[in-house]
């Protein structure tokens, strides 16, 4: 090809490909189409025109140990395509994704003890990063402005460090729009418009209504607030989760049945001060004694946990359709499952496997 195409216009026709299997497969034509398609400034041209597959990475427990399984989220009934692919460490908790990376937070099993795993796997590479010190809640996404991956590290007494892999340092920021009183709840993170959310309450007993949503702007790298629907009351507790391309929050309450139902409340605006959220549809529980929604497909779809009254059975995910009110399973059975959203990405690709102290 190089000798009848200028290699400017093999770049060009380079642009308009986006699955990543055949990209990382023509980094084997030549040289130059290597040091291209490796480059930054590809990366982040895929990363911006990126076309290419959802993917559903589920984390669940079987007798054997801990299992992941990656599910192509088409336009189709689940699973369609399936893969498992194999994590950087098993035994971890999932932080959340962005930009087709993963973050885990595990215990590895030597010092250094605590490490944060950022994971791309659709191209199975893997940066690991050593904690802080007395990290007790976390965070991480991928800054929309320059495509660089952070990582928020929240320790006792309310102080936060940001790691940017860009410059491979961990660095203080201030948490001033933070009370000193409010404390996170850990899983679920979620990333919506350039920001983590956690969700979050006020240790203040003078205080009604004490849980809210906190933020950090992976831009600014400031701290926040969101507020909850209005007409989230009456419920027994809360999740967050990413609705589309909107941050929703899940509200278990119990119905006229006395059976646990899910309400789904979905932001209209956020990032400024009238945020408000419109409540979309309630996943309903025809036969079950407890649910719990783990997430939502690319078309909104919820994945459903059930389980039986005592907790003790594994059951099979499910997809509830908020039309028919009908619930379809997956073929995956666990009680203990997380699962988090991504999208094929290169990121990562010019970085190579290892320990960042």
Not at 222 to 227: D, L, P, Q, T, Y
Not at 270 to 275: D, M, Q, T
Request: glycine share 6%; with cysteine.
């Amino acid at each position: 090809m190089s000798d009848h195409i200028p290699f400017e216009i093999q770049t060009e026709i380079i642009k308009r490909l986006h699955p990543v299997k055949s990209l990382l497969r023509f980094r084997s034509v030549s040289k130059q189409w290597k040091s291209f398609i490796d480059g930054s400034e590809f990366i982040t041209h895929h990363l911006l025109n990126n076309n290419t597959q959802h993917h559903l990475l589920i984390r669940y427990m079987l007798d054997s140990g801990i299992k992941y399984v990656s599910i192509v989220d088409g336009d189709h009934s689940l699973p369609q395509h399936k893969f498992y692919p194999v994590p950087p460490i098993a035994n971890a908790k999932m932080l959340g994704s962005s930009h087709g990376l993963v973050c885990l937070f595990g215990s590895a099993p030597e010092p250094p003890n605590k490490l944060f795993y950022v994971w791309n796997p659709s191209i199975r590479k893997c940066v690991r990063i050593v904690s802080p010190i007395d990290t007790y809640i976390a965070g991480f996404g991928v800054c929309p402005n320059t495509s660089d991956p952070k990582i928020v590290a929240i320790k006792h007494g309310l102080k936060a460090e940001v790691f940017t892999l860009s410059t491979r340092a961990w660095r203080s920021v201030p948490m001033n729009m933070v009370s000193s009183s409010v404390a996170f709840s850990g899983n679920p993170v979620v990333v919506i418009d350039g920001a983590i959310h956690w969700r979050g309450y006020e240790r203040n007993p003078n205080v009604n209504f004490n849980e809210r949503i906190i933020k950090f702007d992976l831009v600014s790298e400031e701290f926040g607030e969101v507020a909850l629907p209005d007409g989230l009351v009456d419920v027994s507790s809360w999740d967050i989760s990413r609705f589309k391309e909107s941050l929703a929050v899940m509200g278990y309450r119990e119905d006229d049945a006395g059976k646990i139902v899910c309400d789904v409340w979905v932001m209209l605006k956020n990032g400024v001060s009238n945020s408000s959220f419109t409540k979309l549809f309630t996943v309903k529980n025809n036969s079950l004694c407890y649910i719990g929604v783990i997430g939502f497909r690319k078309n909104g779809q919820p994945i459903v946990v059930p389980s039986d009254e005592y907790l003790s059975l594994e059951s099979e995910l499910q997809v509830y359709e908020p039309s028919s009110e009908q619930m379809n399973g997956i073929g995956i059975y666990s009680l203990l499952v997380d699962m988090v959203n991504y999208t094929e990405s290169l990121l990562l690709l010019n970085h190579s496997d290892s320990i960042i102290q």
